[in-house]
């Protein structure tokens, strides 16, 4: 019985990790800007990459592999938040200038050849990069 | 104690999450930015990572995890290290 519920906890696991991760690669790339970008990395690839490495665990049952991966489980969960954010801020000290929908009212989509900032100065004043450190 | 479905599941799971690596290789390519490229890298070594583990819960060889502790390292030391170089280059760095 107990064989049967941590077989299923498995596949529970296992897709969730799956489609969150699915959900991450779509935001990667489809979403308009870099800050967006990093937003669906920090959040959605931490949560797939915990739960299969969660699915991982409960596999690898009562041995010394599952301390690797529960301290790999917490080390992804610590660092790859961290690291998101280092993008995103160097992003901006590099005055990256973030997506806006009133940008693109004539395309019909998000447009992607507009972000190194060349064509967006009416919005730079209110988006100050490096001095407020 | 694992019996042989499960070891199939997980290597079921490891090839979708390799062909869902391979396609942050299109952001890493055609990324307008040095931080589009950095993210997307980024975003495939925390995958490699998951498909380390996958492999090693999969073919029931558990020093994968080492290897893949390792990659985590380094893929958090490169991330941070190339963003902090795009800033300030010939600081720190």
Same mark, same amino acid.
């Given at each position: 019985m107990?064989?049967?519920?941590?077989?299923?906890?498995?596949?529970?696991?296992?897709?969730?990790?799956?489609?969150?991760?699915?959900?991450?690669?779509?935001? /990667? %790339?489809r @979403?308009?800007? &870099?800050?967006?970008?990093?937003? =669906? !990395?920090?959040?959605?690839?931490?949560?797939? $990459?915990?739960?299969?490495?969660?699915?991982?665990?409960?596999?690898?049952?009562w041995q010394h592999a599952t301390v690797y991966? /529960? %301290?790999? @489980?917490?080390? &992804?969960?610590?660092?790859?938040? =961290? !690291?998101?954010?280092?993008?995103?801020?160097? $992003?901006?000290?590099?005055?990256?200038?973030?997506?806006?929908?009133?940008?693109?009212?004539?395309?019909s989509g998000p447009n992607l050849e507009a972000d190194d900032g060349s064509d967006l100065e009416e919005s730079t004043d209110g988006f100050d990069g490096g001095e407020s450190r | 104690m694992i019996p042989t479905d499960i070891n199939e599941i997980f290597l079921f799971a490891a090839a979708i999450f390799v062909l869902l690596a391979i396609a942050m290789f299109y952001r890493a390519v055609a990324g307008p930015t040095t931080q589009d490229r950095l993210l997307a890298v980024n975003?495939?070594?925390?995958?490699?990572?998951?498909?380390?583990?996958?492999?090693?819960?999969?073919?029931?060889?558990?020093w994968f995890l080492d290897?893949?502790?390792?990659?985590?390292?380094?893929?958090?030391l490169m991330a941070v290290a190339i963003s902090k170089f795009t800033v300030e280059r010939g600081g720190v760095l």
């Open positions: 107990i064989e049967t519920v941590r077989f299923w906890a498995i596949i529970i696991l296992l897709a969730l990790g799956v489609f969150f991760t699915f959900v991450s690669a779509v935001g /990667v %790339l @979403l308009p800007d &870099v800050y967006a970008r990093a937003h =669906t !990395a920090s959040q959605t690839d931490t949560l797939g $990459a915990g739960l299969a490495l969660a699915a991982v665990a409960v596999a690898l049952g991966t /529960v %301290l790999l @489980l917490f080390f &992804v969960f610590i660092t790859n938040p =961290t !690291a998101a954010h280092a993008i995103a801020r160097s $992003a901006a000290e590099m005055d990256i200038q973030p997506w806006t929908a009133d940008e693109t009212n004539d395309s | 975003v495939l070594g925390t995958n490699t990572v998951v498909i380390l583990a996958l492999l090693a819960a999969g073919l029931d060889q558990p290897i893949a502790l390792i990659y985590a390292l380094l893929n958090f």
